[in-house]
C-alpha cells in the first residue's frame, strides 16, 4: 500500500519530528552523551519506522520534501554570511596551523575514501560519501550532498552519507577525550593555557535583539544571495561542464559578499537574526532529509562502508597525534584542541566542544585558545576550501 504525504502534512510532521529529536537528544543520555544532533535524532528515528513499515506491513510512505532545498539553500547561505576572513587575524598563528590542518583532513578523507571505494568495488562516489562529506562535514553537509551524488549515478549515497555521519558522531565523542588525555599525561605536559582574546566581527551586530525587523531585514538578504548564486552556479555548470550545486554557489556568493561587507559597511548583518533563521534552517532542512531517508539502500553496502570509515578513523587519529600535536606547540591546548579535532573530525563542531569541555573539567582548566579555534575552524571557517573540494571531487570521480 502507498500512503503520500502531502506538502503541508509534511511541514507539520516535519516540526513536531523537530520539536520531538530536540527534546529526545536534550533528555535521552544516549543522545545527549554522544551529542547527536535533535534533526537527526527526530528524523532518524521516524525513518526507522518508516523502514518498519515497509519491511514487516507492505507499507511504503513517500514524503513531499519540496521544502527542503530552500530550507538548505539558506543554511548554507547563512553559513558563507558568517565566514569572515578577518576571523584568522583574531586566531593568530594557531588558528591558521589549525585550519590548514582542518582542510588537510578533508583533501585526504576524500582521497582515502575514493582509493578504498575503488580497492573494494563500489561507486568511488560512496567513498567521497564516507569521507569529508559526512566526516569533517557532519550529517548537514551529508544530507546536502547525498543528492547530488544520487543524481550522478550513486544509488543510496544519501542513505550512506547519513549512516557515516551518524558513526563519525560516536566515533569522534569516544576518542577525542581520551586521546587528548593520552597526550597530556604521555607528555608530562603542564596544565595551563594562554588568553587568545575575544573574537570581534567587523559589520555585525551581535548585541541587538532579534525582532521582526532584524529578520525581515536578514531573510531578504539571504534571498538575495540565493538566487544570485544559484543562477551563477548554473551559469558555472553550463560554461564548465561541471556540477555546482546551487547551495554552493550561494555559499561561495555569501562569503564573497561577507568579505566585501566587511570593509565597504553596506549592509549590517545581525549576527542573532542570522543565527535563528540558520538554525531553523539546518533544522528544518536536515530533519526532512532524515525522515526521507531510505535506511534499506545500506543493505549491501554495510561491509564495504565500515572498512572505510575505520581506515578513516585510524588515519585521523595517527594524522592527530603525530603530526598536528607536534605543529601545534606539544603543549596543554595543543593536546584539547586534538581532542577537540577528533571531535569535528569526524562528527561536528558540538562534539568538539564537548570533547574539549570533558578534558577542560578532568584536568580542572578550560583551553581558552581550544574553545576559540576549534570552534571557527570546525563551524565556519572550514567550509571556505572544504566544500568546493567536495564538489570538485564528485565532478571528477563521476
Known amino acids: 500500500m502507498q500512503i503520500e504525504v502531502g506538502l503541508v502534512s509534511s511541514v507539520a510532521l516535519t516540526l513536531l519530528l523537530l520539536l520531538f529529536g530536540a527534546w529526545a537528544a536534550r533528555s535521552w543520555r544516549i543522545f545527549s552523551r554522544f551529542a547527536i544532533p535533535g534533526p537527526v535524532v527526530g528524523g532518524f528515528l521516524f525513518a526507522l519506522v518508516v523502514l518498519a ?17 530552500p530550507a538548505m539553500l539558506a543554511f548554507f547561505t547563512t553559513i558563507g554570511l558568517g565566514a569572515s576572513l578577518s576571523l584568522i587575524k583574531t586566531g593568530g598563528r594557531v588558528l591558521v596551523v589549525y585550519l590548514v590542518a582542518c582542510w588537510t583532513v578533508a583533501i585526504f578523507q576524500n582521497l582515502v575514501g575514493i582509493g578504498l571505494a575503488k580497492a573494494l568495488g563500489i561507486n568511488e562516489l560512496l567513498g567521497i560519501m564516507a569521507g569529508a562529506v559526512s566526516l569533517e562535514g557532519g ?9 547530488t551524488a544520487e543524481e550522478l549515478g550513486a544509488q543510496g549515497a544519501t542513505a550512506v552519507a547519513i549512516a557515516a555521519a551518524t558513526f563519525g558522531l560516536i566515533a569522534g565523542s569516544l576518542i577525542g577525550g581520551p586521546l587528548a588525555t593520552w597526550l597530556i599525561k604521555r607528555n608530562k605536559l603542564a596544565v595551563e593555557t594562554r588568553d587568545i582574546g575575544d573574537v570581534q566581527e567587523r559589520g555585525v551586530d551581535n548585541t541587538s535583539e532579534v525582532n521582526e525587523g532584524s529578520v525581515v531585514a536578514t531573510a531578504a538578504v539571504i534571498g538575495v544571495v540565493v538566487v544570485i548564486g544559484v543562477y551563477l ?6 560554461w564548465t561542464g561541471y556540477s555546482l550545486p546551487g547551495y554552493v554557489g550561494a555559499m561561495l556568493i555569501a562569503i564573497i559578499l561577507r568579505n566585501i561587507n566587511d570593509t565597504a559597511g553596506w549592509v549590517e548583518i545581525h549576527g542573532k537574526a542570522l543565527k535563528l533563521i540558520s538554525d531553523v534552517s539546518l533544522g528544518f ?3 526532512q532529509a532524515m525522515m526521507s531517508l531510505k535506511i534499506w539502500d545500506l543493505y549491501d553496502l554495510a561491509l564495504p562502508l565500515l572498512v572505510i570509515l575505520l581506515v578513516q578513523v ?3 587519529v595517527a594524522f592527530v ?5 607536534r605543529i601545534l606547540g606539544k603543549n596543554y591546548d595543543a593536546a584539547v584542541i586534538c581532542g577537540g579535532m577528533m571531535g569535528h573530525g569526524l ?3 558540538p562534539n568538539a566542544v564537548a570533547n574539549m569541555d570533558a578534558v577542560g573539567r578532568k584536568h580542572g582548566l578550560q583551553s581558552k585558545v581550544a574553545m576559540v579555534v576549534v570552534p571557527l575552524s570546525g563551524a565556519v571557517l572550514i567550509d571556505v576550501v572544504a566544500l568546493p573540494w567536495i564538489v570538485f571531487c564528485l565532478n571528477w570521480v563521476a
Open 53 to 69: 513499515l515497509r519491511e514487516w506491513g507492505s507499507i511504503e510512505l513517500t514524503i513531499d520534501t519540496t521544502l527542503q532545498s
Open 139 to 147: 550529517h548537514g553537509a551529508a544530507a546536502a550532498f547525498g543528492p
Open 233 to 238: 552556479g548554473k551559469l558555472f555548470g553550463e
Open 285 to 287: 532542512f536536515l530533519t
Open 314 to 316: 585510524v588515519a585521523l
Open 321 to 325: 597525534a603525530l603530526i598536528v600535536f
Open 347 to 349: 562528527g561536528g563542531t
